[in-house]
């Protein structure tokens, strides 16, 4: 079910812990056990994170839960701030994966450039999205490696998320004028600038998928358009 990650590479992060453009890490998960009956408000803030940083044009994209924003402190995963272990958390890694994208998906369509499009989009993020366990200072971190789609995640229509994410709005991770990251939306601008190279991905998955299954495209993509 889950694609090989490079185990070096997330190790390196983890001892040398700093937030970047494609590096996103939470203390904690985002809501504690009082709250866990919420519904929906719970998971906005979740959403616009997960999917600004998916937006990102990069194959090498982390979202890891256990480490402080400033990577000096690690905590279990599973536990919320008072120590609490979250019944979000109680269920297998495999449920939990397909709950995150199934909220993805009631929230988000998947958009294309072009005006073609792939059948198999949930199938794609199922195998684009990959979750790790690590263990650190005997701490357990959650690491969930972001492949690229070969398209944007996009707002649907009637859908608003807290903080004024607007219906059909593209959110993005960028860096902020403070040096920080944190997430907008993509300007007409910018999808212009992003229409030159998501061409360039949407094909070359077309033309993987011709021949192979979504397995082996997502990782034959992975190990040649990015080096």
């Not at 996009?154 to 860096?175: N, V």
């Amino acid at each position: 079910f889950y694609f090989k990650v490079n185990v070096m590479n997330i190790k390196k992060i983890l001892e040398n812990p700093k937030e970047t453009l494609t590096i996103e890490f939470k203390r904690e998960w985002y809501w504690n056990k009082k709250q866990e009956n919420k519904g929906r408000q719970n998971w906005d803030e979740f959403l616009k994170d997960f999917v600004g940083l998916s937006n990102v044009i990069s194959e090498n994209k982390y979202f890891i839960i256990g480490v402080s924003d400033d990577g000096n402190n690690y905590f279990n995963y599973f536990e919320d701030s008072d120590g609490n272990t979250l019944k979000f958390f109680s269920k297998d890694i495999d449920d939990i994966k397909n709950e995150i994208i199934k909220k993805i998906l009631n929230s988000f369509e998947c958009f294309y450039f072009s005006n073609e499009s792939l059948k198999n989009e949930k199938e794609i993020l199922q195998k684009s999205i990959i979750f790790n366990i690590f263990n650190k200072n005997e701490k357990k971190i959650l690491v969930i490696k972001i492949n690229q789609f070969p398209f944007l995640l996009k707002l649907k229509k009637e859908r608003i998320l807290k903080g004024g994410y607007r219906e059909k709005s593209i959110i993005i991770r960028t860096i902020k004028p403070d040096g920080e990251p944190g997430c907008t939306v993509l300007s007409e601008e910018e999808k212009e600038k992003y229409k030159k190279k998501f061409d360039l991905i949407y094909h070359r998955y077309k033309m993987l998928s011709s021949k192979n299954t979504i397995k082996y495209i997502v990782d034959a993509y992975a190990k040649t358009f990015y080096k």
